[in-house]
C-alpha cells in the first residue's frame, strides 16, 4: 500500500469551529488515547498493537514525522490508529468535544531550553486547563522529560493546580512503567546520559 493510500485512511483533517467525532472517525465508541508530539511513533504504533480495543490518535506538528509513522502502521493491524498534523496549543478544545479522552500521554516535549525561549514550551497553564477539558472524568495525563529544569516547572505547575492529582508523592518517578515503551528521543537520551521523569496525573 503505497503512502497516499494510506494518508486517506489512517490520517485526518480539522476545520475550524468543527469539532471532531471521534465515533465516527474511528467506528467504535471503545475509549480513545491521544498522543501529543508522536514524533516517529514507536509509541503510538506499538501500544496500539498491544491494545485493540483502545483507540489512539496521535498529533504531530511534521508532516515527515507523519509520513514515517504512516510507513509504520498496517491496515491488518493498526484499525484503531489516527493521525493529525496539526500544531497543537491551547486551542486543541476547539477541535475535540470535552472529554474525549480517556488518557493524553506527551512524551518528551520539545525542552526549548534557553529561559528567553521558554514562552514556546507546550506546557503551559492555558494548555494544562485545555487539556483538562478534553480528558474524560479520572482521565490519565502521561508527560515524560529528561530535562530536568522543564520537568521541576511541569510538577511545579501541577502542585498549584487543585484540578489534577499526582500518582507520585514527590510528582514524579524514575521508574518507567511495566509496559513503558521506549521512543527514539528517549533511546537518544538516555544514550547522552540523560534519565528520565514520569509524570502521571488524573484529572480529577
Ligand atoms: C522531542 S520530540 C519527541 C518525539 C517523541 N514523542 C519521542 O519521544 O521520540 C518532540 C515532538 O513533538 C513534536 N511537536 C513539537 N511541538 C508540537 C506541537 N505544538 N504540536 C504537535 N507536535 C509538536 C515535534 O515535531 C517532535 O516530533
Redesign the pocket.
Known amino acids: 500500500m503505497d503512502i497516499d493510500e494510506k494518508r486517506n485512511i489512517f490520517e485526518i483533517q480539522v476545520e475550524l469551529n468543527f469539532k471532531l467525532d471521534l465515533v465516527k472517525i474511528f467506528g467504535n465508541r471503545n475509549p480513545v488515547h491521544l ?6 511513533g ?2 503510538i504504533v506499538q501500544k496500539a498493537s498491544g491494545n485493540p480495543e483502545t483507540n489512539f490518535l496521535g ?4 508532516e515527515k ?1 507523519i509520513k514515517t509513522i504512516l510507513r509504520k502502521l498496517d491496515i491488518k493491524v493498526h484499525r484503531n490508529v489516527r493521525l493529525l498534523q ?4 491551547e486551542k486543541i478544545i476547539e477541535f475535540f468535544p470535552e472529554e474525549s479522552f480517556r488518557m493524553i500521554y506527551i ?5 526549548w531550553p534557553k529561559k528567553k525561549h521558554h514562552k514556546n514550551r ?1 506546557i503551559q497553564n492555558t494548555f494544562i486547563d485545555a487539556l483538562y477539558k478534553i480528558l474524560q472524568p479520572d482521565g490519565i495525563l502521561k508527560i ?1 522529560t529528561d530535562h530536568e529544569e522543564y520537568g521541576k516547572r511541569i510538577i511545579y505547575k501541577f502542585n498549584n493546580r487543585k484540578d489534577f492529582i499526582s500518582k507520585y508523592n514527590e510528582g514524579f518517578t524514575k521508574n518507567p512503567d511495566k509496559d513503558h515503551i521506549e ?4 533511546k537518544k537520551k538516555r544514550e547522552e546520559g540523560f534519565e528520565p521523569f514520569f509524570m502521571n496525573y488524573r484529572k480529577i
Open positions: 498522543e501529543i508530539g508522536c514524533g516517529r514507536e509509541f498529533i504531530e506538528i511534521k514525522r496539526l500544531n497543537v496549543d512524551i518528551h516535549p520539545d525542552p507546550l515524560a521512543t527514539h528521543f528517549e
